[in-house]
């Protein structure tokens, strides 16, 4: 734990102008960016006593090491550099909304040459237009189902597409009219791309225009007996109207507007928004999130207008934007917002009136997925922090292992051997550090040499990476494996692949002044969260005494004794620890113990699919794999010809020219590598135990 006052900036170093500012841990990570109209007025808040801070302010102000500032000419800017960083570097004590699902989108791809109307979900895509958020896909596909009849933009994915092309005739929708065919060039791509604009036109809110339109048709029409059309027509209105219907009218016509309300308590908060267009509720989503921060509801209101709208542009930022409580930067905010969209946008809380009672209706859908949320997680937090407790009540540690990595060695019967590495943070899988590991340094089945391989590996490139932030005491003494004293850069040259230190980037003293390494510059440090970069508190190894004892001496051969070590032994669950002769055994009830158990489990599992996909990129490979020059089309080619590797190895060089392509240089070659490989086994039917010949034999 740090004491904010031997980071603090020196009196009149701060300057009194808009900015960001970020904290920094121990490790040069970001822990926490924020912004301000006066960076010295707001930076000089974090630096009070710690009894007069909140409590969730004063453990990020002792969990930081330094703290770094960049100055802005306006707010806005502030603003949108502060979402950019905690967008960049994830900092864990910023609010982060967490999307409770992944909802879908009706998406029309505008970016085509023939548009399509599909659900996406996931990430937007450039050139594409979407509509919602819905609840529910089907929610979708039936608005779509009745669209089609008037819209009759092509729906099928790009291999049915292709499919008709080729083929002459169009697909089955084609023909009941919801599709007009352009892949056989029923229409124009464009008179479809007219069609799929109107479509667009129609969800965007645009209605009544175009059912008026409709309605004169078939009323001309009509006066001139064309009654088959009239009809038609009569049911094209009708089935747009059972559309519309599926979205009732909350608001005036025309009216475009997001509503944003909030439900929250001291740990927790929800966000529902709620997407009017036309006046009617064209999409609706929420988000949950933990309060690591101090934060207040306006807070909250503008970090999830930051995350609605920051990737967003255009239409899809609407002209009013309706919340429970104004930002402290509402100028700001709105200016931004504006930005986004291109032209003026409102930012209010709604007094009186339809919109009022919406907002209610937002708020109480807010409320409802709060309870939800935490009804799922039935206490998680809790029983998370009772578990890290646990843990370090049973082994004896300082404090909390926030951080937990566990390894794993997984082969079969001495082929393939590889290792996993998983990391669990606040008792949460962290799968972006999660790593994975061939053994290099010996061949055969050893798990223990295994272990001590994969230990040694992670741990030297954690140093190499503390070289090159200038974090390693050089007091600090590693030996070898021999008892040999090794210096920092043999270290990171003992690494296969580790970055060396020649030549490393040197940038300006952070913003604070503080200089790590003493020599008036550091190494360029972006605050990206780099491979191995940072320590656990907490090494778990899946074994016994014989593996742990191997995770140790690899530690303290690299001169680090201030990470715990410990293995979970499956047979009884046992948890040991270095130089004990008795296991530790937590009770079968225990929450440390089901974290734990976990963990290894992750770590096996991760271990178990890296070698399953080892080994059966092996079993797909053929000796023709080993001649050079030989493509994939003439493999296919001699295979095809000869129907198995059996029949193409009995061949004479002259019969294997005979294949098309096939020098007499090449068919040597083959001939060669297939007398070298050895020949597979036999197969067996293992219901009756008789030896199946190989005349299909492997592919290549």
């Known amino acids: 734990m740090a004491d904010p006052s031997s980071y603090r900036p020196k009196p009149g170093q701060i300057p009194d102008s808009p900015g960001v500012y970020k904290f920094r841990d121990e490790h040069r990570r970001v822990i926490y960016v924020g912004k301000a109209k006066s960076l010295r007025q707001r930076l000089a808040n974090y630096f009070q006593p710690l009894v007069s801070l909140h409590p969730r302010t004063a453990t990020m102000v002792t969990t930081a090491a330094s703290v770094e500032w960049t100055v802005v000419s306006t707010e806005v800017e502030a603003l949108q550099l502060e979402y950019s960083w905690i967008k960049e570097f994830d900092p864990r004590f910023n609010v982060k909304y967490r999307d409770d699902k992944s909802y879908p989108y009706l998406a029309v791809t505008l970016n085509e040459e023939f548009p399509r109307v599909q659900v996406m979900r996931g990430h937007k895509k450039k050139g594409v237009r979407y509509f919602g958020p819905y609840a529910h896909a089907w929610a979708i596909r039936e608005t779509v189902d009745l669209m089609l009849r008037v819209f009759p933009v092509r729906t099928c994915s790009a291999g049915v597409f292709r499919n008709a092309a080729s083929a002459g005739r169009p697909c089955l929708l084609g023909y009941i009219g919801k599709c007009s065919a352009p892949c056989v060039a029923r229409v124009t791509p464009e008179e479809h791309r007219e069609l799929a604009d109107e479509f667009c036109d129609f969800m965007a809110g645009r209605t009544g225009t175009y059912i008026r339109r409709l309605e004169k048709q078939m009323m001309a029409a009509a006066e001139e007996m064309e009654y088959e059309k009239a009809a038609r027509l009569r049911d094209d209105i009708e089935a747009l109207r059972r559309a519309m219907e599926k979205n009732a009218v909350v608001l005036a016509d025309a009216t475009d507007a997001d509503l944003i309300a909030l439900a929250e308590d001291e740990l927790e908060a929800a966000v529902q ?21 101090a934060v207040s509801t306006a807070g909250l209101v503008e970090h999830a207008l930051q995350q609605l709208y920051g990737e967003e542009s255009g239409d899809a930022v609407p002209k ?51 309870v939800l949320h935490k009804t799922k997680r039935a206490s998680d937090l809790t029983t998370r922090s009772r578990a890290l407790e646990e843990i370090a009540e049973a082994l004896d540690l300082d404090s909390a292992p926030l951080r937990i990595e566990c390894f794993d060695i997984s082969h079969l019967q001495g082929d393939d051997v590889v290792a996993s590495m998983v990391v669990f943070e606040d008792g949460l899988p962290r799968k972006s550090e999660y790593r994975r590991f061939q053994i290099k340094g010996f061949e055969g089945q050893d798990d223990v040499r295994s ?11 954690y140093l190499a990476e503390k070289e090159k932030t200038g974090e390693w005491d050089q007091e600090g003494v590693a030996v070898d494996a021999e008892g040999d004293a090794v210096d920092a850069v043999d270290r ?4 296969p692949g580790a970055p060396g230190l020649d030549g490393a980037a040197v940038g300006p003293r952070r913003a604070n002044g503080s200089d790590p390494a003493g020599s008036g510059e550091v190494p360029v440090d972006d605050g990206r969260p780099k491979r191995f970069a940072y320590p656990p508190q907490l090494v778990v190894v899946d074994g016994g005494q014989p593996q742990v004892a191997a995770a140790r001496r690899a530690l303290d051969e690299l001169g680090i004794d201030d990470i715990a070590v410990c293995g979970l ?58 001649v050079p020059g030989l493509g994939t089309t003439r493999k296919q080619a001699l295979i095809k010809h000869f129907g198995s590797v059996k029949r193409l190895r009995q061949a004479t060089i002259e019969q294997i020219c005979e294949v098309p392509g096939m020098g007499r240089k ?12 050895a020949p597979a086994a036999p197969a067996v039917n293992t219901a009756t135990g008789e030896i199946i010949e190989d005349d299909g034999g492997s592919t290549a």
């Open 273 to 293: 928004i709620f997407h009017v267009r036309g006046g009617r509720v064209r999409g609706q989503r929420g988000w949950v999130t933990d309060k690591v921060e």
């Open 320 to 370: 009013e934007v309706l919340v429970p409580a104004v930002p402290e930067d509402a100028d700001a905010v709105t200016q931004w917002l504006s930005g986004r969209r291109g032209s003026q946008v409102s930012l209010r809380v709604p007094q009186r009136g339809d919109k009022k009672d919406l907002m209610e209706t937002v708020a109480r859908n807010a409320q409802q997925a709060l």
């Open 451 to 461: 272990m001590h391989e994969v230990i040694s590996r992670r741990f030297k490139r």
């Open 492 to 495: 990171v040259d003992a690494v």
């Open 569 to 626: 032994a499956k047979r009884l669950e046992e948890v040991w620890l270095p130089g004990d002769d008795d296991p530790v055994v937590l009770p079968r009830s225990s929450e440390g113990l089901y974290l734990l158990q976990r963990v290894r489990d992750t770590a096996h599992d991760f271990a178990i699919r890296y070698q399953r996909s080892k080994r059966n990129k092996r079993i797909r490979t053929s000796p023709l794999d080993a």
């Open 666 to 677: 090449t068919a040597e070659a083959v001939a060669v590598a297939l007398a070298q490989a």
